[in-house]
T-cell receptor
């Protein structure tokens, strides 16, 4: 199984809602990533978890709250988002966090904030 | 972070080889060179990566210049399914390693 599964595939939320994005992998990978991608732009790194601990936070606003409850699961909790947060949110995993590691990406969650 | 420079777009005919260039003049000695591609409506997909020597796999070949300031991704026979955005990325050094995507090259493949 070389898949990274993201749910839901699509999400529409209001600015006062609280929602969560979920990412799962069963490859035994110990590094997991959240990227954000606006239309026609490259993915931008948001967070990296290594061995279930937050390793990198790319100065992401606190309305985005990541969580890594175990080595297979990564969540992104969303609260009080703005319309400009509408984007494709991509999850990825790799065996370890390291320079030569290969990342496996999910298909993403397309988020629309109204 | 070390940066990469790629052409915005390239075109190729089907079943012909494609050479996608990437400049990375500020690469450090321990940075790996990665290539990913993103097909429409999908997440990025790993293509190949290398450090100093040329690399081959079932998808492509990676040719790295001797001074490592540039590299070329080679698709040996382009198909319509290879139409995608191709990203050349340098992985950062240090314990907090990460991949930072550049703007990429949009490859069009025509019959």
């Amino acid at each position: 199984d070389t898949e990274v599964t993201q749910t839901p595939k699509h999400l529409v939320m209001g600015m006062t809602n609280k929602k969560s994005l979920k990412c799962e992998q069963h490859m035994g990978h110990r590094a997991m990533y959240w990227y954000k991608q606006k239309a026609k732009k490259p993915p931008e790194l948001m967070f990296v978890y290594s061995y279930e601990k937050l390793s990198i936070n790319e100065s992401v606003p606190s309305r985005f709250s990541p969580e890594c409850p175990n080595s297979s699961l990564l969540n992104l909790h969303l609260h009080a988002l703005q319309p400009e947060d509408s984007a494709l949110y991509l999850c990825a995993s790799s065996q370890r966090q390291g320079r030569g590691e290969k990342l496996f990406f999910g298909s993403g969650t397309q988020l629309s904030v109204l | 972070d070390a940066k990469t420079t790629q052409p915005n777009s390239m075109e190729s005919n089907e079943e012909e080889p494609v050479h996608l260039p990437c400049n990375h003049s500020t690469i450090s000695g321990t940075d790996y060179i990665h290539w990913y591609r993103q097909l429409p409506s999908q997440g990025p997909e790993y293509v190949i990566h290398g450090l100093t020597s040329n690399v081959n796999n079932r998808m492509a070949s990676l040719a790295i210049a001797e001074d490592r300031k540039s590299s070329t991704l080679i698709l040996h026979r382009a198909t319509l399914r290879d139409a995608a955005v191709y990203y050349c990325i340098l992985s950062t050094t240090g314990t907090a390693s990460k991949l930072t995507f550049g703007t990429g090259t949009r490859l069009q493949v025509t019959l």
